[in-house]
C-alpha cells in the first residue's frame, strides 16, 4: 500500500485564521502532500497561559478554517498525554506506521529551535519544512539551529518527487508575506472564544475529534 503523505503544523491555534490555511494549502502543493494535520495543543511550554482560549474554542475555530480542505485539526496531544513536540512527534509515528510525516514551522520557530525540548532528536525523527516569513531572515540565518541544519539543506522538488524522505532533511519554502496573526485577531475581536463556548447556561455542544474520535467539551469562563 502506498504511503499517506501528511504535513503536521503544531500550534495554539488562539484562535485559527486563514494565514494557518494559506500556509498549510502552500505546503501540501510545493511538498505534494495528501493531508496537513493542524495539532492544536493542549498547551504549548514555551507560551504563558494567559489569553488562552479552552481547547473547545481553539478547534472549533481550527475546524471552521479548515473547511473543504485536505486539512484535519486534531487535539491529538491531548489524548497522547504528550507536552513536547519531540513526544508528540515520535507517538505519531508509532501510532500511524504507514504515514510519511513532516513537520511544518514558520522560520520564528526555526529561529529558536535550539530552545526546544530535544530539538535535534526531533530533526532526526522526520523531515523539516520552514516556510519562511517576513522579519525573521538575519535570525534564522546565524540561529544555533541553522547552524547545525545546513548540511542537511535539501530542495522541496526532492521532496515532491519522493527522492528525499529521511530525516534529517531540512527545506525551505518561500512564502509570501502574509501578515494575518492570532495576536492581532484576539485584540480585533477579545469574544472570539464564545462563538465556540457559548454561554455557562447553554454551553456549545462537544465537538469530536476526526482522528481519535474524543469528545472535546469546554466551558466558557466564569
Not at 486539512?71 to 489524548?79: D, F, G, M, S, V
Not at 513536540?85 to 501510532?95: G, H, P, Q, S, V
Request: aromatic fraction near 10%.
Amino acid at each position: 500500500m502506498n504511503a499517506t503523505f501528511t504535513g503536521l503544523l503544531g500550534g495554539s491555534f488562539n484562535p485559527a485564521h486563514g494565514g494557518h490555511r494559506r500556509i498549510s494549502l502552500f505546503a501540501a502543493e510545493v511538498l505534494g502532500l495528501d493531508q496537513v494535520w493542524w495539532l492544536v495543543s493542549p498547551g504549548n511550554p514555551l507560551k504563558p497561559t494567559e489569553g488562552m482560549a479552552p481547547l473547545r474554542a481553539r478547534l472549533g475555530s481550527a475546524r471552521t478554517q479548515a473547511r473543504r480542505a485536505p486539512i484535519i485539526p486534531t487535539a491529538i496531544e491531548a489524548r497522547l498525554g504528550t507536552r513536547y513536540t519531540i513526544d508528540t512527534l515520535r507517538a505519531l509515528k508509532r501510532r500511524y506506521p504507514k504515514r510519511r510525516f513532516i513537520w511544518l514551522m514558520g522560520a520564528d520557530n526555526l529561529a529558536q529551535f535550539h530552545r526546544w525540548k530535544d530539538w535535534r532528536a526531533i530533526a532526526r525523527t522526520m523531515p523539516i519544512a520552514v516556510i519562511a516569513r517576513p522579519g525573521y531572515s538575519d535570525a534564522v540565518m546565524t540561529s544555533p539551529a541553522m547552524a547545525w541544519f545546513r548540511r542537511y539543506s535539501v530542495p522541496a522538488a526532492s521532496f515532491r518527487k519522493r527522492g528525499q524522505w529521511s530525516a534529517p532533511a531540512l527545506v525551505f519554502l518561500r512564502f509570501d508575506p502574509d501578515h494575518r496573526s492570532a495576536t492581532a485577531l484576539r485584540r480585533a475581536h477579545a469574544g472570539w472564544a464564545e462563538n465556540y463556548l457559548g454561554t455557562a447556561e447553554r454551553p456549545a455542544p462537544p465537538l469530536r475529534d476526526r482522528l481519535t474520535h474524543r469528545r472535546i467539551t469546554g466551558l466558557p469562563p466564569a
